[in-house]
């Protein structure tokens, strides 16, 4: 680890604290699954809305694998995208019925050979429920993680790894946590508070931006 990734962390740390917390509400695993599948494309507080009521009339995977797909786009129609959705729910509920006993699996493997369920949802899913070391590349974690020179790259799975190589694997779920809080309050896309942020110093985008417009003014 780096000497700039370390006063990274120490501010992360210092500014948003070491507890491990989830933003979607849920409480045992297959909630986590299905609110995170449904937060594709939407607010974590929109799903939580639309959640609230779901997990009530569908109480168990073996009720969403059973769920009827219109009514069931019409439950969540609200999270956008609901079509794909629903039927991505039912095949992944039904695939927990017949190869896992309704139970959600614990394995990178086994977790992304569902229906919708990709490195990203099964990353929540190692990381919040089994507390697996695991890297959540969403928008925020790839586009700060690139301002503040950890990743060159676009593509989810390289930024993962280049992170992975970055980070000691104590501080990989933290990663997701504080780095999406940061998104949200100060580096927003696309008009970050710069002026605002704690880590102005570690951030190359930041230091090259300044570096520019400095340039510009002594033109």
Known sequence: MTKKTKEILDLLDE????????SLDHENAWQLLIATILSAQCTDARV???TADLFRKYPG????AEAELSELEKDIHSTGFYRNKAK?????CKELMERFDGEIPRSLENLTSLAGVG???ANVIRGNIYNEP????DTHVKRISKKLGLTKEEDPLKVEMDLMKALPKEHWILWNIQIITLGREICKAPTPKCEECFLQEQCDDYRKRNKDRKKKNDK
């Open 119 to 121: 490195r990203k949802t």
């Open 48 to 50: 939580n809305v639309v």
């Open 134 to 137: 695991s890297i959540v590349v």
């Open 61 to 64: 995977v073996e009720a969403f």
């Open 88 to 92: 991505n729910i039912i095949a992944c």
């Open 15 to 22: 500014r948003y604290g070491t507890e491990y917390r989830c």
